[in-house]
């Protein structure tokens, strides 16, 4: 390819660049980095980085070009921020003058594992570490599909350039800016590898919706049966872990399309939290992170390059990104059959939500457009009792379009193929955070296994009065009393009003949504006598 063409498309010059390093392997990303002095090596083999400023998403500074072509379709808001097209204009050009004799990283990559609804993605980065993220994350072409390479979007991600609000109209100095008519997601002021990522995320769950495929924000494993599981959850719900099972075959730990032949995967590796991993717990991912992972906020043992998972000095949110391959059992090209069983996973800190509960169809759309789990007391400031977290499709911070629409699409998936649907609590029982137990990982397990092999379809279930959740008395190595949240409770009283909380909030969350909501949804919702 001819290197000075690599922007012929954009519409800015972007041409007088110092040195372009054009798909470079992980091992010289990885030499880079450590000759910048961006970097460490763990004992491990990891490369081990810092994102500075920023160790997560900046949610109110993503943006959405407004124009003729967005303007009746985005769901504006306090998600999709419409920012104007000629200021889009304006700050891009300011970028490109930043990028002038600078050298940069660029890498063609894909997404989406079924070639029917591919897109191919043209990636500039400021560090050698962002392009190995974009190399590990995305879908990596053979040298045939490189040879003939057009994107159909560029992303340019520079972390160097900080914005000026009183001149480019932007809330602070960082900001993600997508151009669905330009085909352009524009990142800067934050080395925040996520942005990149969710940035296609966002981009595929404003394509794929037209071609009615289902994106989704999920985990996915098949079985030796060829049976296929979804898993959706918000962060710290155990999507990741759950679905890395050594039993099953990984699909994709993170995000997915369901077309009407199957799911298949959108990236081509995981990106997984790492916060007090352990061998035991989490034996796939811990034996991921080795020569070619990426480490996000990590640190080490004093002395050592020994990673402390443990430590969250720079943030909770530390992560391993890698490529998917790195799991022994993944599926690869990651493209499977129709899912016989969705699991949406809840942290329920209220301590409220049964381990497992079988849900009807109008349930299952209430418990998605819901998108309930609960952060627990000390994880912000402020927080001091169990507080509630509903994020629209369990990906509100990704849905560029209404969420009524994935919605919709769900329900008619379901109804096709006769999809089973389970509310699964890895949350709290014998009381909220700070009085109950977290429910063990270990019966979780055997939970998600029983249903995966049809040991819940003929069993005796009973009905939560107030949730209206179908729960099964028995599973398999699952002990029969914490089956019955309120029998977990020492003070039944206390439970009561829990449960009254919680169904007000579920309740209160639901009324945004209800106006689009039909009659079987809407019968779902809590009701507390």
């Known amino acids: 390819m001819n290197l000075n063409q690599l922007f012929s498309h954009l519409p800015i010059p972007l041409t007088n660049l110092q040195q372009i390093f054009y798909n470079l ?19 491990n083999g990891a490369l081990v980085v810092s994102t500075g400023e920023f160790t997560g998403r900046s949610p109110k500074d993503k943006y959405v070009v407004l124009d003729s072509q967005t303007e009746s379709v985005v769901w504006w808001g306090d998600i999709n921020h419409p920012y104007p097209s000629d200021k889009f204009e304006q700050l891009l050009a300011r970028v490109s003058a930043y990028l002038q004799q600078k050298t940069v990283y660029v890498r063609d990559c894909l997404a989406g594992a079924d070639p029917r609804y591919q897109i191919k993605i043209r990636v500039l980065n400021e560090n050698p570490w962002q392009n190995l993220f ?10 045939e599909q490189l040879r003939e390479f057009v994107p159909d979007f560029t992303i340019l991600a520079v972390p160097g350039f900080r914005a000026t609000p009183e001149i480019d109209g932007t809330r602070q100095h960082n900001f993600t800016i997508i151009d669905f008519s330009r085909k352009i997601i524009l990142i800067g002021g934050s080395a925040y590898t ?29 079985g030796k049966d060829e049976q296929v599981a979804i898993f959706f959850g918000l962060s710290g719900t155990g999507k990741t872990t759950l679905s890395a ?14 077309t009407d032949s199957g799911i298949f995967n959108f990236e081509g590796g995981c990106y997984a939290k790492c916060i007090d991993l352990s061998q035991e717990k989490e034996p796939q991912i811990w034996q991921a992170i080795k020569s070619g992972t990426l480490l996000e906020n990590t640190t080490f043992y004093p002395g050592t390059r020994t990673v402390n998972f443990h430590d969250k000095s720079v943030t909770e949110n530390t992560r391993a ?12 090209p990651s493209i499977a059959g129709t899912p016989k069983n969705i699991f949406f996973l809840t942290a329920d800190a209220f301590g409220v939500l049964p381990p497992i509960a079988r849900l009807t169809a109008g349930q299952a759309m209430y418990y998605f457009i819901s998108g309930y789990t609960a952060k627990v007391a000390g994880t912000e400031a402020g927080v001091i009792e169990p507080q509630p977290t509903f994020s629209a499709c369990f ?6 379009l209404p969420p009524t629409r994935y919605a919709q699409l769900l329900g008619a998936k379901l109804k096709q193929f006769n999809t089973r649907v389970w509310l ?12 109950g137990n977290r429910i063990s990982l270990q019966y979780t397990r055997a939970i998600i296994s029983a249903a995966l092999e049809g040991k819940l379809e003929n069993v005796s279930y009973y009905k939560d009065p107030i949730f209206g959740l179908a729960v099964p008395e028995s599973v398999p190595n699952v002990p029969a009393e914490i089956l019955k949240p309120k029998d977990t409770w020492l003070d039944p009283v206390a439970y009561d009003a829990q449960a009254a909380k919680l169904s007000q909030y579920f309740n209160q969350n639901f009324e945004k949504f209800a106006a689009f ?13």
């Open 245 to 258: 099972d050594p039993n099953r075959f990984l699909i994709g730990d993170d995000e997915h399309g369901w």
């Open 517 to 529: 909501a039909d009659a079987e949804t809407k019968a779902a919702a809590p009701v507390w006598v």
């Open 194 to 222: 996520g942005e990149i990522k969710k940035g296609i995320f966002t981009v595929l769950n404003y394509l794929l919706p037209l071609k009615g495929v289902l994106p989704m924000h999920c985990s996915a494993n098949i």
């Open 395 to 400: 990906g509100q911070a990704f849905l560029p």
């Open 25 to 43: 392997t992980a091992a010289e990303l990885v030499e880079h980095t450590l000759r910048l002095g961006q970097g460490q090596l763990a004992d």
């Open 321 to 332: 990104a890698y490529p998917i391959y790195y799991i022994p059992n993944a599926v690869e």
């Open 424 to 435: 699964v609590n890895t949350g709290w029982t014998g009381g909220p955070y700070g009085v």
């Open 134 to 143: 974009v190399y590990n994350l995305f879908i990596r072409p053979t040298a």
